[in-house]
């Protein structure tokens, strides 16, 4: 390879952090900037394709899967790439962002894998962004090593051997760097920054420890943005001088498109995929943005009353499985993210046992690992798949060729007995404040009564009060959902917050910012894609 031109990237409105020269290499940024220029105008395509299809499925109110793509479903004769042996037992994953504590606890917590987030569990202030690259470097570097300033306790890795396999997960394609631009001024895409910066740093060095630079790529809403996905890794494997097929990724199935082209995302992703992840919070709130005038029929209940059990979440989950081991994929489940109480062994032995019953429901679909939130999570989640799996490391063998889905199922949200109800209502305001607060103070992982949020939660509760609102819900206690309701209690909670923290710490947070920002999105007639593209304008840092 010969030696990289000066990059013609900027770093702007960024405070200078400490080792960030580590990081912000010059060869580094040269990589990232012609990532920039190869991708960024296919990505600025796709993305201009998701508004146009949206609008097309807002008009239908449905969906099918691809008649242009049915001789790649047809064709059973090809496989995604082998796995290699470093992800071939997934049985248990531990997600969270990349501090540098959260970095040493989820390699020591005996999980298979570590999702690494600089995705939603991540608030994208520059500090998180870069720093964040810097921890992942010295975990594989073993310079990690610190003492917590205020509680005096000291984290240090386990043997190589006994640590998780990193797996990152990048922005998707929707969001943009601000801190670092061309010279035109725009904005490098936050997905070829986290993932260019991760990449270029470490992908010969984790070759190096017996593993390798592997994605979990979130958000995809089609086969396309796959594809332009599987484009970045042929180049960037390339440019560095490693041999191809190094990269493998796993996709989140955490769109309702995505949902009907799974068997086509493995297809572009071949030679790079992984497995495929299903997700709940970020596929029901893609449902109510495409479906957003589709009526009555796609009203969802309360977040908590759609577990992996209903019908059409069933669906989703039982295709997933099939599609991924009649590709030689391996199939991953959702989270578990309970948060355990240090005062209430009550709560815990209640929330440890629906823990393990959807672990073992998971493992008995013939998932080949699922996800956890904390480490105390890890040993039970552990524990229902190795009753299922013994000694293999997966299950890809069981095919699960019962499953029948049709494109209807898939959609069926009627199906559900559950109906909003008003203390759902409140709930998603709570949540919603509390979590938006965090995330702009640069938090992205919140613990909330007991549970891990990240932003899919937000992006769930602000789509529910948007939802309920323009189809005219009409709640368990007889009221109707209304903008004027949902700032009623939107002021309620903000009123208890107060009394709950005192005026001191009130002030000192951000919660009137959150609240108006909260109800912005909720009550605007226009549905904002992303709730994190306007709080990533009021995102300090």
């Known amino acids: 390879m010969s030696a990289p031109a000066p990059s013609p990237l900027a770093i702007v409105d960024a405070e200078s952090l400490p080792r960030q020269e580590e990081v912000l290499t010059e060869a580094a940024l040269a990589f990232v900037a012609e990532l920039h220029r190869r991708f960024t105008p296919r990505r600025d395509e796709l993305l201009a394709r998701r508004a146009k299809r949206r609008a097309e499925i807002a008009r239908t109110s449905t969906l099918d899967f691809l008649p242009e793509t049915a001789a790649i479903r047809a064709d059973d004769s090809w496989k995604v790439a082998p796995s290699p042996d470093a992800l071939n037992d997934r049985r248990v994953e531990i997600t969270g962002p990349t501090d540098r504590k959260m970095t040493i606890n989820a390699l020591n917590s005996g999980a298979k894998v570590w999702l690494a987030d600089f995705e939603d569990a991540s608030a994208p202030t520059w500090e998180n962004v870069v720093l964040g690259q810097l921890n992942l470097s010295d975990a594989y570097t073993r310079n990690i090593d610190f003492t917590d300033a205020k509680s005096g306790k000291s984290y240090a890795l386990k043997a190589n051997e006994?640590?998780?396999?990193?797996?990152?997960?990048?922005?998707?394609?929707?969001?943009?760097?601000?801190?670092?631009?061309?010279?035109?001024?725009?904005?490098?895409?936050?997905?070829?920054?986290?993932?260019?910066?991760?990449?270029?740093?470490?992908?010969?060095?984790?070759?190096?420890?017996g593993k390798g630079p592997y994605f979990y790529l979130p958000?995809?809403?089609?086969?396309?943005?796959?594809?332009?996905?599987?484009?970045?890794?042929?180049?960037?494997?390339?440019?560095?001088?490693?041999?191809?097929?190094?990269?493998?990724?796993?996709?989140?199935?955490?769109?309702?498109?995505?949902?009907?082209?799974?068997?086509?995302?493995?297809?572009?992703?071949?030679d790079?995929?992984?497995?495929?992840?299903?997700?709940?919070?970020?596929?029901?709130?893609?449902?109510?943005?495409?479906?957003?005038?589709?009526?009555?029929?796609?009203?969802?209940?309360?977040?908590?009353?759609?577990?992996?059990?209903?019908?059409?979440?069933?669906?989703?989950?039982?295709?997933?499985?099939?599609?991924?081991?009649?590709?030689?994929?391996?199939?991953?489940?959702?989270?578990?993210?309970?948060?355990?109480?240090?005062?209430?062994a009550e709560v815990n032995k209640v929330a440890f046992e629906k823990v393990r019953a959807d672990k073992d429901r998971e493992a008995n679909d013939g998932f080949d690992g699922s996800w956890v939130a904390h480490p105390d999570l890890v040993p039970i989640a552990m524990e229902s798949f190795d009753k299922v799996l013994g000694e293999k490391p997966n299950q890809k063998d069981r095919l699960r060729e019962d499953v029948d889905v049709k494109a209807a199922d898939l959609i069926a949200i009627d199906s559900l007995d559950a109906k909003p109800s008003y203390a759902g209502l409140v709930n998603a305001v709570q949540v919603g404040i509390r979590y938006i607060e965090a995330w702009l103070r640069g938090l992205g992982a919140v613990a909330i009564f007991n549970l891990m949020e990240d932003a899919a939660t937000a992006e769930i509760s602000r789509s529910q009060i948007w939802q309920w609102i323009n189809a005219e819900v009409v709640l368990d206690n007889g009221e109707q959902v209304t903008a004027e309701l949902a700032r009623k209690v939107a002021a309620e909670e903000l009123a208890n917050l107060r009394a709950e923290i005192g005026d001191e710490a009130f002030a000192a947070g951000n919660w009137q910012q959150a609240h108006d920002l909260l109800l912005t999105v909720s009550l605007d007639e226009d549905y904002a894609d992303f709730l994190t593209l306007p709080a990533y304008e009021q995102l300090k840092g």
């Open 162 to 209: 006994e640590l998780a396999t990193v797996v990152m997960r990048p922005r998707g394609w929707h969001l943009n760097e601000r801190h670092l631009v061309d010279a035109d001024g725009t904005p490098v895409p936050g997905a070829l920054v986290d993932f260019g910066l991760y990449f270029f740093h470490n992908a010969k060095r984790l070759l190096g420890l």
């Open 219 to 270: 958000k995809t809403e089609s086969h396309l943005e796959a594809r332009l996905w599987n484009e970045v890794f042929v180049f960037a494997q390339e440019y560095v001088g490693i041999p191809q097929g190094t990269v493998r990724a796993t996709v989140l199935i955490e769109t309702i498109t995505a949902a009907y082209e799974m068997e086509e995302i493995l297809y572009e992703l071949r």
């Open 272 to 344: 790079h995929a992984s497995g495929l992840n299903a997700g709940r919070w970020d596929y029901l709130f893609s449902i109510v943005k495409n479906f957003r005038d589709g009526g009555a029929k796609f009203v969802l209940p309360d977040r908590n009353a759609v577990t992996m059990t209903a019908p059409f979440m069933r669906a989703y989950t039982e295709l997933l499985v099939r599609t991924c081991h009649k590709r030689g994929a391996h199939a991953i489940g959702g989270m578990a993210a309970f948060i355990p109480s240090r005062r209430d």
